[in-house]
């Protein structure tokens, strides 16, 4: 595996420069989404038109303020909580008012609770609409823009950020976790869902490309937002362990970029170090894609409508 220093220069010399590539960055508020836009801003230059997306807009603008500056920068916050559909659906519907082209969809919005099932008032565990419907339906909405991109000959790509190879078997009898929730069955199921929905997403625009990744241990600050009490209160005990044992956001960002440039068209699965991990511990067939499909797309446009 090259050094995280050879990473970064192989990054540096992919990076467009021969249009100004868009990146939408849901969840870039904090943690890797936040690791990934700064880093693509640098990667450009400045020479970058940066979405971030999230429920903290004192932080996007915290962060906005620090990237770097170019006559073609444009740098936006959209405000979205994507435990709900329709606001998912409005952030898409805003973000697509204003770029036609999308090249980098990132996702990595986070959900850190110890509750059992935790219904919106959509209907749908908020764990799991973050770590799932959520991401479904931004590629859904901002698939024309992907599209647009793809047709000017630019690229056109997709990564969701939470936990290939770490998922589990699935019951297509209960999906979404109605019946039979529990924490362990959640964290199971999301990484396997993600697999699924970006390889069908493939099979339908086989011109673009959608990965999946697993970061593996990262030195984010998601536990001083974590829905529990106790989380909250133990976050900075997580944070000086998680901070000797992890890596940094900034180098996770770079694995993940490494992983999305090296991908061409069609689905894949990236390991932490931005490596194509395959069919490693991998779940699921054909029939549950499908009918894994099937449940998404009603239960996302039920929820939003």
Not at 61 to 77: C, D, M, R, V
Not at 139 to 150: C, I, R
């Amino acid at each position: 595996m090259p050094s995280i220093a050879a990473i970064r220069a192989l990054n540096l010399s992919r990076v467009p420069s021969t249009y100004i590539p868009v990146g939408v960055f849901v969840g870039g508020t904090s943690g890797i989404g936040q690791g990934m836009a700064e880093a693509f801003a640098r990667m450009a230059k400045g020479r970058a038109n940066i979405v971030i997306v999230g429920r903290n807009q004192t932080a996007a603008e915290a962060i906005i303020a620090k990237l770097p500056q170019a006559a073609e920068s444009k740098y936006e916050f959209v405000k979205c909580d994507a435990t709900l559909m329709r606001n998912v659906e409005a952030a898409s519907k805003e973000i697509l008012a204003k770029h036609s082209k999308i090249n980098f969809l990132v996702m990595s919005p986070g959900f850190l609770s110890l509750k059992g099932f935790d219904a919106s008032e959509e209907g749908i565990d908020r764990k799991l609409a973050t770590h799932y419907y959520a991401r479904w339906k931004f590629v859904d909405g901002l698939l024309p823009a992907l599209k647009s991109a793809k047709d000017a000959g630019e690229d056109a790509k997709v990564l969701s950020v939470l936990g290939a190879g770490y998922g589990g078997a699935i019951d297509i009898d209960d999906l979404g976790l109605k019946k039979a929730f529990s924490l362990t069955n959640a964290a199971k199921a999301a990484p396997t869902y993600n697999d699924l929905m970006m390889e069908e997403y493939a099979e339908r625009n086989p011109e673009l490309t959608f990965s999946h990744a697993s970061p593996g241990p990262v030195a984010t600050n998601i536990a001083s937002s974590a829905q529990s009490a106790t989380m909250r209160f133990f976050a900075p005990v997580i944070n000086v362990a998680t901070k000797v044992l992890a890596t940094s956001p900034a180098d996770c960002a770079e694995y993940m970029w490494h992983g999305i440039f090296s991908n061409t068209t069609g689905a894949f699965r990236i390991g932490s170090r931005g490596e194509e991990i395959g069919k490693q511990d991998y779940f699921g067939d054909k029939e549950q894609r499908k009918a894994l499909w099937e449940h998404t797309e009603k239960e996302v446009r039920t929820s939003s409508s």
